[in-house]
């Protein structure tokens, strides 16, 4: 089944302890990214990938990195999170050319 | 820079009454415009892709058209149910860009009535 994934779905932590929220895809997209949904202030763009080892940042990228190694994964790691990272995450990816975005389930971070 | 706003903010209606969400969007140079639902405390679900050089598309219920010069477009649902009760989102991805970004609404609210 086509699908982006996302790990873990919910993660409770503490400010300053860095983690890892993992994306997987498995349509050989070439595009990737992140974006955050907060009450009031909808989907914002933090990174994008345009292909293996490209990246660049979105319109809130500060406070977080992202990798892209492999075509199928995004990870996006939050090296020092505090309390306003708070909030619901989704990966998205799509094909070149159609760019029609297909999203993952979403990660609810809660940043205590 | 882009904006877009959808209209109304939420909507009750008994089932199976037809009904139209509005999207608007400030720029009209967009590569494509996509329609999502979103249920409660879970991911999108793409619905419909609308590329900028077509006028509609329909997939059984839905019926979303787009109109780039008025910064337009429409999610028609017919027949509506229950089951169609979610948030429902617009988003724009602008023309010409790397960014792969989509710009959002905040959503339309729409519960079927029984």
């Known amino acids: 089944e086509a699908q982006v994934t996302q790990n873990p779905r919910y993660l409770i932590t503490v400010t300053g302890k860095k983690l890892t929220v993992t994306c997987s895809q498995n349509?050989?997209?070439?595009?990737m990214s992140w974006y955050r949904q907060d009450p009031g202030l909808g989907l914002r763009q933090i990174y994008y990938?345009?292909?293996?080892?490209?990246?660049d940042k979105g319109d809130v990228p500060e406070g977080y990195k992202v990798s892209r190694k492999e075509k199928r994964n995004f990870p996006l790691i939050l090296e020092s999170p505090s309390p306003n990272q708070t909030s619901l995450y989704f990966c998205?990816?799509?094909?070149?050319?159609?760019?029609?975005?297909?999203f993952g389930p979403g990660t609810r971070l809660t940043v205590t | 820079k882009q904006e877009v706003t959808q209209i109304p903010a939420a909507l009750s209606v008994p089932e199976g009454e037809n009904l139209v969400l509005n999207c608007s969007f400030t720029?009209?140079?967009?590569?494509?415009l996509q329609w999502f639902r979103q249920d409660p405390g879970k991911g999108l679900t793409s619905l419909l892709l609308?590329?900028?050089?077509?006028r509609e598309q329909t997939s059984g219920r839905l019926n979303a058209s787009l109109d780039k010069s008025s910064g337009r477009s429409t999610l028609y649902i017919a027949a509506s149910q229950p089951g169609d009760s979610a948030t429902y989102l617009c988003?724009?991805?602008?023309?010409?860009?790397?960014?792969?970004?989509?710009?959002f609404g905040t959503g339309t609210l729409l519960a079927v009535q029984p």
């Open positions: 998205a990816s799509s094909l070149r050319g159609r760019y029609e975005q297909y």
């Open positions: 349509m050989n997209h070439e595009y």
């Open positions: 990938s345009m292909n293996v080892e490209v990246t």
């Open positions: 720029d009209s140079a967009i590569y494509n």
């Open positions: 609308i590329q900028s050089s077509q």
């Open positions: 988003a724009v991805r602008e023309g010409g860009g790397a960014t792969n970004k989509l710009i």
